[in-house]
């Protein structure tokens, strides 16, 4: 019998989480592919995020912008993966392939040099983001991408609009330091050739 | 004009919402200020993230996510995040080829290289293959090449027979995600160089349809 409870308890919890998230899914994979370079990445960030979302499915059921927190907890997950991906130069390499992927572009119109040029400037920015903290990369990734307001990120954070905007705008600084910056203007690893001439 | 103003009005002067004397009076300020031309680039870069096509999202995705919930031990993985090709999810099967490299690495042309494993996979169908390379230490710059001959291809780069690329090896195993099709119920041959200023290592293993 308590197999059948457990069992009961699981679907309840499993109801709630799906009534909560499902919902603002669709912005969340939203924002998952504007910070991926393919499918699978995105993918694999959503289901990443839902499943620390069910484990605090508590939390989630409290909070009262659920939008908002999800979307903070992707982008912390977002920076926690990068770094982990930072420890695996053979993914670091794979990026520089992946960029070159048909399918990551063929839903976009722009001509193929634009579009190198368009994933190249994005792999550049997001690999800027690695050297922001996960909460300075959550909360100008929220205003500047996601569109919340200040208001709303007061709500959120609780911290007064005076704090929010200089946090945004010192966090929008040291991004565009970072970008101008050479050293880390390339990507430290990428496919240098190819050829079919076999 | 302040700092505080060029920040509030950012997102204007870069969607061009802004009106043409606020525009004026935030381009006098970044003529004299260091710092906010570095936080319009930043905000520019964060614009272009926001721009990205971000596309539909997959029609079963969110029901995968729950059935992932109830197996949370097992969760739906597409990714290990070495991807070099797309649209098979993580349904497909693997196999492994695992690969010692020492230093001292011999060197000697491909055609006389013995083939390491030959794996049985299905005729037209992706399959993963797993290449774990054991390095004693780690080795910066590393020459990677796959060359591909005969009836094998790699999933999502078509007619393209050989790709190279640098990375950097860490000590200990690396592993490298290949999804391979064997187009030719004969299959074909796998060539995996990896060059280093110092030394080189060269082995070969073979795909073939399974029957």
Same mark, same amino acid.
């Given at each position: 019998?308590?197999?059948?409870?457990?069992?009961?308890?699981?679907?309840?919890?499993?109801d709630?989480?799906?009534?909560?998230v499902?919902?603002h899914?669709?912005?969340?994979?939203?924002?998952?592919?504007?910070?991926?370079?393919?499918?699978?990445?995105?993918?694999?960030?959503?289901?990443?995020?839902?499943?620390?979302?069910?484990?605090?499915?508590?939390?989630?059921?409290?909070?009262?912008?659920?939008?908002?927190?999800?979307?903070?907890?992707?982008?912390?997950?977002?920076?926690?993966?990068?770094?982990?991906?930072?420890?695996?130069? !053979?993914?670091?390499?794979?990026?520089?392939?992946?960029?070159?992927?048909?399918?990551?572009?063929?839903?976009?119109?722009?001509?193929?040099?634009?579009?190198?040029d368009?994933?190249?400037?994005?792999?550049?920015? !997001?690999?800027?983001?690695?050297?922001?903290?996960?909460?300075?990369?959550?909360?100008?990734?929220?205003?500047?991408?996601?569109?919340?307001?200040?208001?709303?990120?007061?709500?959120?954070?609780?911290?007064?609009?005076?704090?929010?905007?200089?946090?945004?705008?010192?966090?929008?600084?040291?991004?565009?330091r970072? !970008?101008?910056?050479?050293?880390?203007?390339?990507?430290?690893?990428?496919?240098v050739?190819?050829?079919?001439? !076999? | 004009?302040?700092?505080?103003?060029?920040?509030?009005?950012?997102?204007?002067?870069?969607?061009?919402?802004?009106?043409?004397?606020?525009?004026a009076?935030?381009?006098?300020?970044?003529?004299?200020?260091?710092?906010?031309?570095?936080?319009?680039?930043?905000?520019?870069?964060?614009a272009?993230?926001?721009?990205?096509?971000t596309g539909?999202?997959?029609?079963?995705?969110?029901?995968a996510?729950l059935?992932?919930?109830?197996?949370?031990?097992?969760?739906?993985?597409?990714?290990?995040?070495?991807?070099?090709?797309?649209?098979?999810?993580?349904?497909?099967?693997?196999?492994?080829?695992?690969?010692?490299?020492?230093?001292?690495?011999?060197?000697?042309?491909?055609?006389?290289?013995?083939?390491?494993?030959?794996?049985r996979?299905?005729?037209g169908?992706?399959?993963?293959?797993?290449?774990?390379?054991?390095?004693?230490?780690?080795?910066?710059?590393?020459?990677i090449?796959?060359? +591909?001959?005969?009836?094998?291809?790699?999933?999502?780069?078509?007619?393209?027979?050989? +790709?190279?690329?640098?990375?950097?090896?860490?000590?200990?195993?690396?592993?490298?995600?290949?999804p391979?099709?064997?187009?030719?119920?004969?299959?074909?041959?796998?060539?995996?160089?990896?060059?280093?200023?110092?030394?080189?290592?060269?082995?070969?293993?073979?795909?073939?349809?399974?029957?």
């Open positions: 019998m308590r197999n059948v409870f457990s069992l009961k308890r699981r679907h309840s919890r499993r709630s989480f799906e009534h909560l499902r919902p899914f669709d912005a969340l994979y939203a924002a998952a592919r504007r910070l991926t370079l393919s499918l699978h990445d995105a993918e694999d960030l959503v289901q990443d995020v839902c499943l620390k979302a069910f484990s605090r499915l508590g939390e989630l059921k409290e909070v009262e912008f659920q939008r908002a927190w999800l979307l903070k907890v992707l982008y912390h997950e977002f920076i926690d993966g990068q770094r982990r991906n930072q420890r695996s130069p !053979l993914a670091i390499a794979a990026r520089g392939m992946e960029s070159q992927e048909p399918d990551s572009i063929a839903a976009v119109t722009a001509q193929p040099d634009e579009l190198v368009h994933n190249q400037r994005t792999e550049r920015v !997001l690999w800027a983001m690695n050297f922001l903290n996960s909460d300075q990369c959550a909360l100008i990734a929220m205003h500047d991408v996601e569109g919340f307001s200040i208001a709303e990120l007061c709500a959120l954070t609780g911290a007064p609009a005076g704090t929010i905007k200089a946090q945004l705008h010192r966090t929008r600084i040291k991004l565009g970072l !970008l101008s910056n050479d050293a880390i203007a390339e990507p430290k690893l990428k496919v050739g190819a050829s079919n001439e !076999l | 004009m302040n700092c505080d103003y060029m920040a509030d009005n950012m997102t204007g002067l870069i969607t061009g919402t802004l009106a043409t004397r606020q525009a009076e935030c381009k006098r300020h970044l003529a004299e200020c260091a710092a906010c031309v570095e936080a319009l680039r930043g905000a520019e870069a964060l272009l993230l926001k721009a990205r096509d539909d999202v997959p029609l079963n995705l969110f029901d996510v059935g992932a919930l109830d197996n949370a031990r097992e969760p739906r993985r597409t990714g290990q995040r070495f991807w070099l090709g797309t649209g098979f999810g993580g349904a497909i099967a693997a196999s492994l080829v695992a690969v010692a490299l020492t230093l001292g690495w011999l060197h000697f042309p491909e055609s006389n290289v013995p083939e390491i494993a030959e794996l996979v299905p005729l169908q992706p399959h993963m293959v797993d290449l774990a390379f054991e390095t004693d230490r780690s080795l910066q710059g590393a020459n090449s796959i060359l +591909l001959v005969g009836g094998v291809e790699l999933d999502g780069y078509g007619q393209r027979r050989e +790709l190279i690329w640098t990375s950097d090896l860490k000590a200990g195993v690396n592993k490298l995600s290949l391979l099709i064997a187009v030719e119920e004969g299959g074909g041959r796998v060539v995996v160089r990896l060059s280093h200023p110092q030394s080189e290592q060269v082995f070969v293993f073979r795909l073939k349809a399974s029957v």
